[in-house]
């Protein structure tokens, strides 16, 4: 597989986040292999993956929650690991296994938190739990997983923040929830122009959201590019046993290279040129893909 990552010499210190070469390993377990990645201003970045692809040591590494082995990362121009306070209360992060003040109610929680928040929003809180079917007065403790998660979206969206980092944070919502919560960060992102970085293994959830789409497998990303681009543009080929041995050893934009049965050759490639000569050849198939099937495809 080859990543379609276009290498920078230096971090852009003006982007909302941006990493360059992110090396984590564990052990020997190597769990990002050279991770570049640019997120624009106002973007909605849908970061997709299998379950243990890497997609939150990749988030930690981001937000200077981890320490990488090699390489850095920039969260609004400022190294990660040394954020100041004020950095810090423009980014809204909900990890994928919220955690909070089990004793205290959700009232209570919000009323701490908006203390230490600037840009602290008590209306749009109020109106989130209102939504969202939450009980100021209820304890965090008793909350479901589907309810903590709702309060974690919560703190993370009454600030106001400028960057929005969230980590698989509808998995424990049921879909009528799901679609509550993805529809609130469309809204906020067109509103107040909130820079978003959604990760997710759900294709139909990004799709609803996302305006770029980036695919991380094995440690690396494999492709970064607009969600339009990736729909038409990603397509697959299949070459016939009789025309495989023909075939250049890579292609511009290859993502996916296997053998089938009988042994014709699959091919997944992104970007519209380089590959147009292959229809010349006899039998050959030619297929859109779908996120869902591209993920499928990647992931597989």
């Not at 984590?24 to 849908?46: F, K």
């Not at 509103?191 to 970085?197: F, H, I, M």
């Not at 075939?247 to 490639?269: I, K, M, Q």
């Amino acid at each position: 597989m080859n990543a379609l990552a276009v290498p920078a010499p230096t971090l852009d210190t003006c982007l909302p986040l941006s990493a360059r070469g992110l090396h984590l390993a564990y052990g020997r377990h190597q769990v990002l292999r050279g991770v570049d990645l640019d997120l624009p201003q106002g973007e909605v970045l849908g970061l997709i993956g299998r379950n243990g692809a890497g997609k939150s040591s990749l988030i930690g590494c981001l937000l200077g929650l981890l320490r990488p082995q090699a390489g850095q990362a920039r969260v609004m121009g400022a190294p990660a690991l040394r954020l100041d306070d004020a950095r810090k209360a423009r980014l809204g992060y909900v990890p994928q296994q919220p955690q909070a003040f089990a004793w205290m109610k959700v009232g209570q929680l919000l009323d701490y938190l908006g203390q230490l928040y600037p840009d602290w929003d008590p209306a749009h809180a109020a109106h989130l739990l209102q939504r969202w079917d939450l009980d100021p007065k209820r304890p965090i403790g008793k909350l479901s997983p589907g309810q903590a998660q709702r309060l974690a979206m919560v703190r993370a969206l009454a600030p106001r923040p400028a960057l929005l980092v969230l980590d698989e944070p509808a998995s424990a919502l049921d879909p009528v929830a799901r679609r509550e919560l993805l529809r609130e960060l469309v809204t906020q992102a067109m509103d107040s122009g909130t820079t978003v970085l959604f990760s997710s293994h759900i294709v139909s959830d990004l799709e609803r959201v996302a305006s770029r789409v980036a695919f991380l497998h094995e440690g690396r990303l494999l492709l970064d590019r607009a969600l339009d681009e990736v729909k038409d543009e990603v397509v697959r080929l299949t070459i016939p046993a009789a025309a495989t041995m023909a075939l250049p050893a890579s292609l511009p934009g290859e993502l996916v290279r296997r053998t089938l049965d009988g042994g014709s050759t699959c091919l997944v490639l992104a970007g519209r040129g380089g590959w147009q000569a292959l229809l010349a050849i006899e039998g050959v198939r030619v297929d859109r893909l779908g996120l869902e099937d591209l993920f499928i495809e990647v992931a597989g």
